[in-house]
């Protein structure tokens, strides 16, 4: 299945199809479709008087969310915590998961920061070891891992899904499969893969996911989730306690109970108030997501990527920076021309959207971006 590029452009994304920009910067922050801005500004109507916004209408709106997140992921809604960012997931991991002094905490270098200071601030915290592996490529593979793994003190194996710099992708499955048979908990930071690729955490083993929707899912900030896996809910206790997070709290007349049970689902997690507008945006975002189809989506967003690929590979005075190989890649790319500040410039000059990360351009093109537009961007770096 495939859906018809300009008439989502001209539905959810005029400016792109006005020409306004050649927006290849989903890494950064993802665009929102009209759909969504329709549903923030609807919201914000409602918000003027808080009197038309129902209990029902409010709450049912995050249950909506976690069931759409679900939806996109293979998980159960009970498994879903809603967040207002990534960092709120990979926090909660580092101190809710059981860990001692002495336990190691394993990651590939060149995480993304908020991948690194929760660590580190947790062994400084509590004596945990804080390790980063130095690996070929910056990718993680099973070997290098399974030899990592041979010290029985790593307790958990955190990493990005996607590099945010690279673009290099580590395989879920494989690391996590590792993992799962040793009783190390696998984290993931999922927000630079989850939209350009697809995943079914039913048959993928990762114990808590963190994921921004303000990039690839093209949601308003302060939308995000954690996936917490369902057999682990109920052993873990929250870090920081919400006033819903326990049981019978969806009974405003008995707040003062005081009953310190946690709920029995993700939710235990989840800390209220939330941004009911931007869960709402986000919503909005994810119903197109699902009507366009996830493996479409996929295929579209992989194949303008696997042409900033083919272009780099056929010039000789352009590096790639991200693997090669179409299984350790997603939507990022990242070249270096021989000139790249330059080029960056050059880039902002014509209108094209992207970032310069560790001294290379780094274009992240999405479903709604078109092969012409990718073609003028690297016409724009050759020059
Ligand atoms: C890999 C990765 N993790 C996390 C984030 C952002 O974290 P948060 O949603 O907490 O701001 C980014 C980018 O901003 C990122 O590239």
New binding site residues.
């Given amino acids: 299945m495939t859906f018809d590029v300009a008439a989502l452009r001209r539905d959810e994304f005029p400016w792109a199809e006005r020409g306004e920009s050649i927006y290849l910067n989903n890494?950064?922050t993802g665009p929102l479709p009209e759909r969504t801005v329709r549903a923030l500004a609807e919201w914000g109507r409602l918000r003027a008087n808080p009197d038309r916004i129902s209990h029902d209408l409010q709450f049912d709106t995050l249950t909506r969310s976690r069931a759409l997140i679900a939806g996109l992921i293979g998980a159960d809604s009970s498994e879903i915590a809603l967040a207002t960012?990534?960092?709120?997931g990979i926090n909660l991991a580092a101190f809710s998961l059981p860990l001692r002094q002495g336990d190691v905490v394993l990651s590939p270098q060149l995480?993304?920061p908020?991948?690194v200071y929760p660590w580190m601030q947790l062994a400084a915290r509590r004596g945990v070891e804080y390790r980063q592996v130095q690996c070929d490529d910056g990718v993680l593979d099973r070997e290098r891992l399974a030899r990592e793994l041979e010290d029985e003190r790593v307790r958990v194996v955190t990493v990005?899904w996607?590099?945010?710099a690279s673009g290099a992708r580590v395989d879920l499955t494989a690391l996590g499969t590792l993992c799962r048979e040793r009783g190390v908990y696998f984290v993931v930071?999922a927000?630079?893969g989850l939209g350009p690729l697809t995943l079914d955490l039913k048959t993928t083993p990762v114990d808590i996911l963190a994921c921004?929707a303000?990039?690839w899912l093209l949601s308003p900030w302060g939308a995000?989730f954690v996936y917490v896996r369902r057999a682990l809910i109920e052993q873990l206790e929250p870090h920081d306690v919400s006033w819903l997070a326990v049981q019978d709290s969806d009974d405003f007349s008995r707040l003062l109970d005081y009953d310190l049970k946690w709920r029995n689902d993700a939710r235990r997690f989840e800390f209220i108030t939330l941004p009911f507008q931007d869960m709402a945006g986000m919503n909005a975002s994810l119903e197109l997501f699902a009507s366009l189809g996830k493996d479409a989506v996929s295929r579209h967003t992989l194949g303008l990527a696997a042409e900033i690929i083919e272009w780099a590979r056929s010039r000789d005075d352009v590096e790639l920076v991200t693997p090669d190989d179409r299984a350790r890649r997603a939507a990022i790319i990242s070249v270096k021309p021989s000139d790249p500040m330059a080029a960056s410039q050059r880039l902002t000059a014509a209108g094209v959207a992207h970032s310069l990360r560790e001294g290379a351009i780094r274009l992240s093109p999405h479903f709604y971006n078109t092969s012409a537009e990718v073609r003028r961007a690297l016409d724009v770096i050759a020059r």
Avoid: C, L
């Fill in positions: 890494a950064s960012n990534t960092s709120f995480e993304f908020a991948n990005s996607v590099q945010f930071d927000i630079q921004g303000q990039k995000a």
